[in-house]
């Protein structure tokens, strides 16, 4: 009795100290933010010349930790010492919840990082820069990142930024997009079916007549369009929330009015045309039910697709579904605040160097060596050199360090190409940003804090509606009117001023 | 020709029967119910041995259309990885288990024990976490920020240590099973506290504690929670986790077309038999476990009932 006494009383006094200490621990997470704040502003007004040694965290998203990520990191850390005095740990997380559920603990414990992938589609830029989970990079980069700064040039920056401040570096990368078709080119050489004649949506109607007539018995999709992944995306309208919600400006820019764009005329005739696609039985009857698309395209059961483009795509495309893919563009470049946005690297709030992080991203993003490195590991045991730009990946390489992250770590126009790929693809690339039409709301995102309620409303309401309609499977004739009218009821106009309220102020603040 | 006795113990004995259509129903209740838990099992390991070709062309089968068994092959292949997290797994849910039951045990007998002034306070300790909770950021910092368990091993086993549920059963197992009449004698006889809790209160718990001790055992072995939240280091990631990290990336990178590149990253995950054949290979060694509890598990229940 007098022991467990004892020991009970143990346990009390380890329980309160243990509170004490997680008391203590929330006033001392305030302080490393001012602390690294005061510490960039000393260096910054020195320009001390001596780095201490540090150690960069960095998380990133893909397909998990490779095999030889140490060995890797050993070469980098060679490299890396005597430029700027510092070690790279690189952490390669696991694509969706695996990466959102570790950065989103890391960030809202201040646990210390260094540096994080960031986009609009994992561990969410939009939402974590406003929250001060990341650095203000803008009044650093002039001093420690200027050669990336003049590498992304004013348009990138522009559209990275929120309210004119800068809170990650983008990836240097194709900062364009285009919608068109992917189709299966085997398929069309073995009925052969005249690609070059089809310009716009409309045109692939005869092609599709074709495999329906010669292959539709095989279980062929003649077009595959389905929940979300479908035909719609093709008008290209830049989306001022994400596709659930109605509200979009043009997408060819002609002006910055807000519209519902799911009740515009093109959509109307869009949804026609894909209604009288399915009526033909050119899209599979069971469409709207359906989200998953890669089987029936990797079975090659799919002859048309609609697909974001970009140079090269349907190459890159064929090799991942084992389908041979042609890609015919439909609208042209733009470039909007979503690509700006799609791979970024943020420097966190709580790293206790982020000039030294800087420093490191700036190197990733002009030093070829230290990029490849990164990317496709050590020479000579990951990949063997074919020319100055070629490479070939060795058996080691494909099974120890396969990242597949060319898009994600810093400057892709620094990249080796495999020998599979296009020569010519980075010119390309740089053909294609060059030639884009820039958005003329970039750098603009949409505060949903007004029109919460409104917005759930609105998605609910598409997500009843659209299935039907960009599957084709409804008569737009009737339902367009009937989905209008329960838009209007979920709060459409509200949403929409509001919208148009901030994409004003948008404008005439960055006149 | 029967007597009149007979005819009366038959008809109470068909009274008492269950009536054959319910026996029916129940029994086919089961059977469906069964069923439903072991066929997707089978398709499991019937998918794991098929040509992966086969299930892109024809779909999943029980019985493999074209055997194969290059599923397990890249599992060994990539062995490395996928036995580390073996090891971790039963690693984890042998100590984890073992830990967890002695500090269960030793908590819930405390407050068990009438004689201890402060048993109720404990018991609401106890029990208040229950019912309320911090959260998961402040549980997060609690390990991370202030214990600093993030990246060890520690991290996979501390937290489902003490369970609030498991030592309120605990407790009550204690209360009607261990009579106070006998830890009173065996003070009498000079016995100590620990003697008296490890001697005597422990082998009476028996049930009880295998009872618990499965279902700690299930929840180490079936984890994939905490190694996401507090482990980066892929040489502490257990074969659950393994197993989801894949799964959850597979699933999010096919409805996800516009990702930058998304179609090639999947391109790299393993095929679909394959995440079937690490699903089999994480089955096994829980299933061998289950009918070592099992024996307690029934007696557990029993022993309550025929003596009270």
């Not at chain 1, 499977?473 to 001023?497: C, N, R, Y």
């Not at chain 2, 849910?93 to 004689?115: C, E, N, P, Q």
């Not at chain 2, 679909?272 to 699903?279: D, G, K, L, P, W």
């Not at chain 2, 070592?292 to 229940?301: N, R, T, W």
């Amino acid at each position: 009795m007098q022991k467990a006494k004892r020991l009970i009383g143990l346990a009390l006094v380890t329980c309160m100290a243990i509170s004490m200490i997680a008391g203590c621990g929330k006033t001392e997470e305030a302080s490393p933010s001012t602390a690294t704040n005061s510490a960039v502003d000393t260096s910054a007004s020195t320009g001390t010349e001596t780095l201490d040694p540090v150690e960069l965290q960095w998380y990133v998203v893909g397909n998990g930790q490779p095999n030889d990520m140490d060995k890797v990191l050993a070469e980098v850390n060679k490299y890396l010492q005597p430029k700027i005095n510092a070690t790279l740990k690189l952490n390669i997380f696991t694509w969706g919840d695996d990466f959102e559920n570790k950065m989103s603990a890391k960030i809202q414990s201040g646990e210390k990082f260094d540096i994080t992938f960031t986009s609009n589609w994992a561990c969410n830029y939009q939402q974590n820069a406003p929250k001060g989970a990341f650095v203000d990079l803008t009044p650093l980069m002039d001093k420690y990142a200027p050669k990336t700064k003049e590498l992304l040039g004013e348009k990138v920056i522009k559209g990275a930024s929120i309210n004119g401040k800068l809170y990650a570096i983008p990836t240097n990368k194709e900062m364009a997009h285009n919608w068109g078709f992917l189709i299966n080119k085997d398929m069309a050489d073995k009925y052969g079916i005249d690609l070059s004649t089809i310009k716009k949506f409309e045109d692939l109607e005869p092609a599709l007549k074709i495999i329906k007539e010669k292959e539709g018995a095989n279980g062929v999709e003649a077009f595959q369009t389905l929940t979300g992944e479908s035909a719609y995306r093709v008008l290209d309208f830049e989306k001022l929330v994400d596709d659930n919600v109605p509200g979009a400006i043009y997408g060819d820019g002609r002006d910055t009015k807000v519209v519902n764009d799911f009740a515009t005329a093109e959509a109307m005739s869009l949804f026609q045309t894909l209604n009288k696609w399915y009526k033909a039985g050119y899209i599979r009857k069971d469409a709207d039910t359906i989200t998953d698309y890669a089987p029936a395209r990797k079975a090659g059961k799919v002859f048309a697709t609609t697909a974001s483009l970009k140079p090269g795509k349907d190459a890159e495309q064929s090799i991942s579904d084992g389908v041979n893919w042609t890609q015919i563009d439909i609208t042209p470049p733009r470039a909007t605040t979503r690509e700006m946005t799609g791979s970024m690297q943020a420097i966190s709030k709580t790293s206790p160097n982020p000039e030294r992080a800087l420093m490191f991203l700036e190197l990733m993003n002009n030093d070829a060596f230290l990029c490849n490195l990164v990317n496709y590991g050590i020479e000579g045991t990951h990949y063997t050199k074919v020319n100055d730009t070629t490479i070939e990946q060795t058996q080691a390489g494909k099974d120890n360090y396969n990242n597949s992250l060319q898009w994600l770590f810093a400057n892709q126009f620094n990249t080796y190409l495999f020998t599979t790929e296009d020569p010519q693809k980075w010119t390309k690339f740089k053909e294609y940003n060059a030639s884009s039409v820039a958005s003329p709301i970039l750098g603009f995102t949409f505060n949903t804090e007004n029109v919460k309620t409104q917005i759930a409303a609105l998605t609910a309401v598409k997500k009843q509606f659209m299935p039907g309609l960009e599957t084709g499977k409804v008569d737009p004739a009737t339902v367009v009117p009937k989905f209008t009218a329960k838009l209007e009821a979920a709060g459409l106009k509200a949403a929409i001023d509001e919208m148009q309220k901030q994409v004003d102020e948008f404008v005439a603040a960055n006149k | 020709m029967k007597h009149k006795d007979d005819v009366q113990i038959t008809t109470v004995n068909k009274l008492n029967d269950i009536k054959p259509f319910w026996n029916g129903a129940f029994n086919l209740i089961f059977i469906i119910y069964a069923l439903c838990c072991i066929v997707p099992l089978v398709l499991i390991i019937g998918i794991s041995f098929t040509d992966e070709k086969t299930i892109t062309v024809h779909g999943y089968n029980f019985i493999p259309k074209v055997f194969s068994l290059e599923a397990y092959k890249w599992v060994v292949k990539t062995g490395e990885a996928i036995f580390r997290a073996y090891g971790i797994s039963i690693f984890v849910t042998i100590v984890g288990t073992l830990v967890s039951l002695a500090i269960i045990a030793m908590f819930s007998y405390v407050i068990s024990r009438k004689d201890f002034k402060h048993r109720n306070k404990f018991a609401f300790i106890v029990f208040f976490t229950m019912i309320f909770n911090g959260g998961l950021v402040p549980w997060y910092m609690v390990y991370v920020n202030i214990l600093h368990m993030n990246n060890t091993i520690f991290a996979l086993i501390v937290p489902s240590l003490a369970n609030a549920w498991y030592v309120m059963i605990m407790r009550t197992f204690y209360q009607t099973n261990v009579p106070d009449s006998l830890i009173e004698s065996a003070k009498i006889d000079g016995a100590g506290e620990f003697r008296i809790f490890i001697q005597i209160v422990l082998p009476l718990a028996k049930a009880g504690l295998a009872t618990v001790g499965l279902f700690q055992c299930l929840q180490y072995w079936n984890d994939w929670y905490l190694p996401l939240m507090f482990v980066d280091d892929a040489n502490l990631f257990n074969l659950q986790y393994l197993l989801y990290k894949t799964l959850a990336a597979i699933q999010y990178l096919s409805q996800a077309a516009n990702l930058p590149q998304g179609s090639q990253a999947l391109a790299n995950l393993p095929s679909e038999t394959a995440r079937m054949a690490m699903c089999t290979l994480a089955i096994g060694p829980i299933i061998i476990a289950y009918p070592f509890f099992q024996k307690y598990f029934v007696k557990g229940l029993t022993v309550g009932a025929v003596k009270g």
